[in-house]
């Protein structure tokens, strides 16, 4: 799971004063003893995420803060930074020697820009010392540092109630950092802290949201897409690689593995599965990939199932689904609402691949009035008719695994076509 910088990072000690990126700590903090371990996962993670960045970089910790900088574009750190799932914020900010010259020179630097941009602006400043034997208090250094911005400033005006502009010094021993804006990271638990996880990714809004909560609960992804191939096009297939792609820019990339149902599916019908249809094959899904999850090291997988959404997910449809696994299935959005599941997918990026028209293989064969109460019984009675070893080995022979998103740090535009992408 770990990645390594295009550039080896150098020691912290050697990194340049000047421009750098600030990331506040989100849950990591919380931990204990085991803290250090959680760190290096979303340090690992970080570094993936910097990979095509364009020149070297390097990573430095301070207490609950990592400090990213390197001979790169604020800009493009602070866009791949919030990619990083298990960072509260991400705050671009400038590295400055710990003397009270050098913090007044930046802070009056950084005040006069922004005065420039917008002036009439009210600011507060906020001190952090880390370092409790630098020479002024908090209160006083945030005092001091007012009053010399207010005198070499113009345009700008005290307002600690509600500022337009929060100037953040935070003093370390040998090294200040001043911010002033602050953009929203992927709070969580960094990917890879909480093991693996197999996502049943559809052409839809819920599976996508889902794993990347998932994702934000410490789970590394992979993905398996079930196609209604060979009875329908490759569009699904399409859509999946897309939301794939998309999810990966949040992880180190996650595989993608296609499997066409479509003749399995046609099997359940010939053999009477009738209004259990939905629900046979999709007890078929989770044993195929609960074996697949098997092969690949995935301890759970992740579903997009909301509870009553749809006939499959009644409560009895789903502890049915269940029975059907040898690993747990994780349902994030199990209480979610559809309008609070479309709302997030925009957030993410997902819902404009998922309103994308496809052929989805939940509606291949689906009986006019499926079952919202599927007994065991019944759907045992309909699975003795086939040899469900031999379907599911089947299944998992003929299986197209893809990487999306390893080819480069882009995201792709909304497929315009339903041409499927070439296995890797």
């Not at 093991?195 to 794993?211: E, F, K």
């Amino acid at each position: 799971m770990s990645g390594k910088p295009t550039v080896p990072a150098p020691r912290a000690a050697s990194a340049p004063y000047g421009p750098c990126v600030l990331l506040k700590h989100g849950e990591v903090f919380l931990k204990g003893h085991n803290r250090h371990r959680f760190v290096e996962r979303l340090h690992d993670n970080l570094r993936v995420a910097l990979r095509g960045v364009g020149g070297s970089t390097w990573i430095k910790s301070a207490q609950n803060v990592t400090v990213l900088g390197g001979q790169v574009p604020q800009e493009a750190l602070v866009e791949r930074a919030r990619r990083v799932i298990g960072f509260n914020s991400v705050e671009p900010a400038i590295r400055v020697p710990s003397t009270l010259e050098e913090i007044n020179r930046a802070a009056v630097e950084a005040l006069r820009a922004v005065s420039a941009d917008r002036p009439g602006r009210g600011f507060a400043v906020r001190v952090k010392r880390r370092d409790k034997q630098f020479p002024l208090t908090s209160s006083r250094m945030a005092a001091q540092v007012g009053a010399r911005v207010l005198e070499e400033v113009t345009g700008l005006h005290v307002d600690l109630t509600r500022p337009d502009v929060l100037l953040t010094i935070e003093i370390d021993r040998k090294e200040t950092y001043l911010s002033w804006t602050r953009h929203p990271g992927v709070t969580g638990l960094p990917v890879g802290s909480s093991g693996r996880a197999l996502v049943l990714l559809s052409g839809g809004y819920d599976s996508p949201v889902a794993a990347h909560r998932a994702m934000r609960r410490g789970l590394a992804c992979e993905f398996v897409h079930f196609s209604g191939a060979p009875y329908t096009n490759p569009s699904s297939v399409y859509k999946a690689y897309a939301l794939a792609r998309e999810l990966n820019r949040y992880q180190p990339p996650g595989r993608l593995h296609v499997i066409a149902l479509g003749k399995a599916q046609k099997q359940l019908a010939v053999v009477g599965a009738g209004r259990l249809q939905v629900v046979a094959q999709r007890r078929l899904m989770v044993r195929t990939a609960s074996a697949l999850a098997a092969r690949t090291g995935a301890q759970a997988l992740v579903t997009g199932d909301s509870l009553g959404q749809v006939a499959s997910q009644t409560l009895a449809n789903l502890v049915a689904v269940d029975e059907a696994s040898d690993l747990p299935i994780l349902r994030p959005l199990i209480g979610w609402e559809k309008q609070e599941i479309i709302d997030e997918a925009r957030s993410l990026g997902t819902a404009d691949i998922s309103i994308l028209p496809d052929e989805d293989c939940c509606q291949l064969l689906a009986p006019p009035r499926a079952s919202t109460r599927a007994g065991l019984p019944h759907l045992r009675a309909v699975e003795k008719r086939l040899d469900l070893d031999e379907v599911t080995e089947a299944l998992l022979d003929h299986i197209q695994v893809m990487l999306p998103g390893e080819e480069d740090g882009t995201v792709p535009a909304a497929p315009a076509s339903c041409t499927a992408p070439a296995p890797v």
